[in-house]
């Protein structure tokens, strides 16, 4: 992180919060680990498993009959493994009648030439009962699972607690059964969660567990105040900020061991109430539980975001000392220990932890580039090492979505500082000190000041230019070329930066060939002469780093248009956005429908709407207002690919289009389709009118139905 004018010179020094000397790890790995198969099993890429559980899906019901199973029983594939020989085991849950069987799960192993070899029963045979109307109501169920349980004290039902029907196979003979939630008091906090099964038909409580595999304790940060925390306990009922969830993190409290050796007095956190911290400075677990906090949720950005596993992507955590050395306006990642510092900061920022949401994401973002990039800590190589910290510490920020911690391009702006924050990524130059515009003098300065390059290219190519307010701060993308554009969005810039680094960039990069390795990297993921290849080009140019290319769409993108009640903007369409290639502008979602994601295959571009696929009861809703028909004959056009794991022609799921609340098609799982087809719908009768457009999903209890929507067109 970057110093700050407003310091004394000699407290200036001190604050970096970049790694330690990059001489500690020259022997590092320069890239992350390539997966490797194990036990015997082949590696799958997504797009492989995805093929590989869609033909287990098409193949349940003849392995049901095959099986013997009953009529009223339907096969739901849950996973596969397939073997170096070809061999595949294949797992799948059980429904009866659209209940979900709990116990009726089965592996089916498969030779090469997929011939049932065998079959690994949960619960052997045909699953078969009386009935599946039952005799105690969901609220009985819910009061016999509150009297009954065993795991949580002053146990309760809440609107987040259910008592679902299912058919409970666990023991010799099943039954219809409710399986309950209660919260209380237990092991995991005050708010533990107990499963309670009940029989339907007698009440009595055939089975009882705690549904949290994990400890989740609860933290009050300096920084990031009331947060729930995941520990670990040992046989005595004491408590340590050991994370197991993301790779046994462990947080300890250096006890103002020196920078060289964080580890030297270092102790422990323990709790006997899992309860940790007040949120004031002068208790020591407060810092810790910023730290904790912080290294989860950039674990899991990293993980959600890029499937990476950690630091080196091998699911191994990193220990991180908090409370290091005395008066440390710092914080800092080494490789040689493969351990992060954080300091108490100073009187010059009112001795402030510097264990800020994007602190922890920059410092554990230092070792990501170790594993990869391994960009030189000197030169214009460090100014990006420096810069790709910055940048994934503020997406770690957006990720976490922290009421108390906004995202916004603001660096450390919880800690205090003199001017409200160490760095910011829409101007640079405001802090006195960084870069905002390439020069051949570049890597000759401080690398936390050569950051700001990387930083305004970062910034511009997310929000653009102009001014704007994010995350409640005033932000204004200026550039040195005095060009105007629109931005692509940081999750599309981020993907782009990381695909650069782990990709294109080697120790040495620079600046001009980071351009180049981000140009690159934004073909890969979005097509040569793409928008996106384009608004990159513009924002290196705009920090006086080469010229922007041709534009591919013939003028200026504008991501985020203004929908009108009249005319028909967009080349003809009446809606806003109908590509979806700006990501959820003009659109309403219940669910997170509109995506890039590389799990499926758009139509055009690189965003679609992904409905349903979730192989139990749901509905989800996309839709757009203020759409101004045209007169006419209008009609609305867009491209459907259905893809299910039921059979027959009976509509289990479907995928109906409303405008003003009245279905005007209807779709289900009996159009399933190889690929994309296009559908048209006639809009006569709302022509020169003004009218909402929903798409509106439902599936049944069992078995998935996905519904792909892309180029959606009304003119």
């Known amino acids: 992180m970057n110093r700050k004018t407003a310091l004394a010179?000699?407290?200036?020094?001190?604050?970096?919060?970049?790694?330690?000397?990059?001489?500690?790890?020259?022997?590092?790995?320069?890239?992350?680990?390539?997966?490797?198969?194990?036990?015997?099993?082949?590696?799958?890429?997504?797009?492989?498993?995805?093929?590989?559980m869609d033909?287990?899906?098409?193949?349940?019901?003849?392995?049901?009959?095959?099986?013997?199973?009953?009529?009223?029983e339907r096969l739901v594939a849950k996973d596969v493994l397939v073997d170096n020989n070809g061999a595949r085991h294949v797992r799948y849950d059980r429904t009866y009648r659209g209940l979900p069987v709990v116990g009726g799960d089965l592996v089916v192993h498969r030779a090469k030439n997929g011939t049932i070899t065998s079959t690994t029963w949960a619960h052997q045979g045909a699953v078969q009962v009386a009935g599946v109307t039952p005799k105690l109501t969901a609220k009985d169920a819910s009061a016999t699972a509150e009297r009954s349980a065993k795991?949580?004290?002053?146990?309760?039902?809440?609107?987040?607690?259910?008592?679902?029907?299912?058919?409970?196979?666990?023991?010799?003979?099943?039954?219809?059964?409710?399986?309950s939630t209660v919260t209380g008091a237990g092991e995991a906090g005050a708010n533990s969660r107990e499963a309670v099964v009940v029989?339907?038909?007698?009440?009595?409580?055939?089975?009882?567990?705690?549904?949290?595999?994990?400890?989740?304790?609860?933290?009050?940060?300096?920084?990031?105040?009331?947060?729930?925390?995941?520990?670990?306990?040992?046989?005595?009922?004491?408590y340590t900020l050991t994370d197991a969830l993301h790779g046994s993190t462990i947080v300890y409290d250096s006890n103002n061991s020196p920078q060289s050796n964080?580890?030297?007095?270092?102790?422990?956190?323990?709790?006997?109430?899992?309860?940790?911290?007040?949120?004031?400075?002068?208790?020591?677990?407060?810092?810790?539980?910023?730290?904790?906090?912080?290294?989860?949720?950039?674990?899991?950005?990293?993980?959600?975001?890029?499937?990476?596993?950690?630091?080196?992507?091998?699911?191994?955590?990193?220990?991180?000392?908090?409370?290091?050395?005395?008066?440390?306006?710092?914080?800092?990642?080494?490789?040689?220990?493969?351990?992060?510092?954080?300091?108490?900061?100073?009187?010059?920022?009112?001795?402030?932890?510097?264990?800020?949401?994007?602190?922890?994401?920059?410092?554990?973002?230092?070792?990501?580039?170790?594993?990869?990039?391994?960009?030189?800590?000197?030169?214009?190589?460090?100014?990006?090492?420096?810069?790709?910290?910055?940048?994934?510490?503020?997406?770690?920020?957006?990720?976490?979505?922290?009421p108390v911690n906004p995202g916004n391009y603001y660096i450390g702006e919880k800690l205090n500082m003199g001017n409200g924050y160490l760095r910011r990524m829409d101007d640079p130059t405001l802090d006195g000190s960084s870069l905002g515009c390439y020069n051949s003098n570049a890597g000759s300065v401080d690398v936390h000041y050569s950051s700001g390059i990387g930083n305004h290219f970062f910034y511009l190519t997310s929000e653009g230019t102009g001014a704007k307010t994010i995350g409640g701060l005033p932000h204004n993308g200026t550039t040195c070329n005095g060009d105007n554009f629109s931005g692509i969005g940081k999750d599309k810039a981020a993907a782009i930066w990381y695909r650069a680094l782990t990709t294109y960039m080697t120790s040495t990069t620079d600046y001009n060939a980071a351009r180049t390795a981000t140009l690159q990297a934004a073909t890969?993921?979005?097509?040569?002469?793409?928008?996106?290849?384009?608004?990159?080009?513009?924002?290196?140019?705009?920090?006086?780093?080469?010229?922007?290319?041709?534009?591919?769409?013939?003028?200026?993108?504008?991501?985020?248009?203004?929908?009108?009640?009249?005319?028909?903007?967009?080349?003809?369409?009446?809606?806003?956005?109908?590509?979806?290639?700006?990501?959820?502008?003009?659109?309403?979602?219940?669910?997170?429908?509109?995506?890039?994601?590389?799990?499926?295959?758009?139509?055009?571009?690189?965003?679609?709407?992904?409905?349903?696929?979730?192989?139990?009861?749901?509905?989800?809703?996309?839709?757009?207002?203020?759409?101004?028909?045209?007169?006419?004959?209008?009609?609305?056009?867009?491209?459907?690919?259905?893809?299910?794991?039921?059979?027959?022609?009976?509509p289990y799921d479907t995928l109906k289009v409303n405008v003003n609340g009245t279905t005007v098609a209807t779709y289900s799982n009996a159009n399933a389709s190889a690929g994309y087809v296009q559908k048209t719908v006639n809009l006569s009768a709302y022509a020169g009118q003004t009218v909402s457009l929903q798409f509106a999903g439902q599936e049944d209890a069992s078995l998935a139905t996905t519904f792909l929507v892309d180029d959606v067109k009304i003119g």
């Open 199 to 238: 029989d339907a038909a007698t009440g009595t409580v055939l089975d009882q567990y705690e549904t949290e595999q994990g400890i989740s304790g609860t933290g009050n940060g300096v920084n990031v105040g009331q947060v729930t925390l995941e520990t670990s306990q040992d046989g005595s009922g004491t």
């Open 524 to 650: 890969d993921l979005y097509g040569a002469n793409s928008q996106e290849q384009y608004i990159v080009s513009k924002a290196w140019a705009a920090v006086s780093l080469g010229t922007a290319l041709p534009n591919p769409g013939g003028g200026t993108p504008t991501p985020t248009p203004t929908p009108s009640p009249t005319g028909t903007p967009g080349g003809g369409n009446a809606l806003v956005n109908g590509g979806f290639e700006q990501g959820t502008t003009g659109w309403t979602q219940s669910a997170n429908d509109i995506t890039n994601s590389n799990q499926q295959t758009p139509h055009g571009g690189s965003w679609y709407a992904w409905m349903m696929g979730y192989g139990s009861t749901a509905t989800e809703t996309l839709s757009q207002s203020n759409i101004a028909v045209p007169a006419g004959t209008p009609k609305l056009t867009f491209w459907l690919k259905v893809t299910t794991q039921e059979t027959g022609t009976t």
């Open 9 to 52: 010179a000699a407290v200036a020094a001190a604050l970096t919060l970049g790694t330690a000397a990059m001489a500690t790890s020259q022997g590092v790995a320069q890239a992350s680990p390539t997966a490797q198969s194990g036990a015997g099993f082949q590696a799958m890429s997504a797009v492989g498993r995805l093929a590989a």
């Open 55 to 72: 033909q287990a899906g098409k193949e349940a019901a003849a392995t049901a009959k095959a099986l013997g199973l009953g009529p009223d």
């Open 151 to 179: 795991h949580v004290k002053q146990a309760r039902t809440t609107n987040l607690d259910t008592s679902q029907l299912v058919v409970w196979a666990v023991g010799k003979t099943p039954v219809l059964a409710y399986r």
């Open 262 to 402: 964080p580890a030297q007095n270092a102790s422990t956190f323990t709790d006997t109430t899992d309860n940790w911290g007040d949120g004031t400075t002068s208790n020591r677990e407060s810092a810790a539980v910023d730290a904790s906090f912080g290294l989860a949720k950039t674990w899991d950005f990293y993980k959600n975001t890029f499937n990476r596993s950690g630091i080196r992507n091998d699911g191994r955590g990193a220990p991180a000392y908090v409370h290091v050395d005395n008066q440390l306006l710092n914080a800092f990642y080494d490789d040689s220990c493969f351990c992060m510092s954080f300091g108490d900061g100073s009187s010059q920022n009112n001795n402030t932890p510097l264990t800020a949401l994007d602190v922890s994401g920059h410092e554990m973002t230092h070792g990501v580039t170790a594993a990869t990039a391994n960009l030189d800590y000197s030169g214009e190589s460090g100014g990006l090492n420096e810069s790709t910290s910055d940048i994934f510490g503020t997406m770690v920020e957006y990720y976490a979505n922290d």
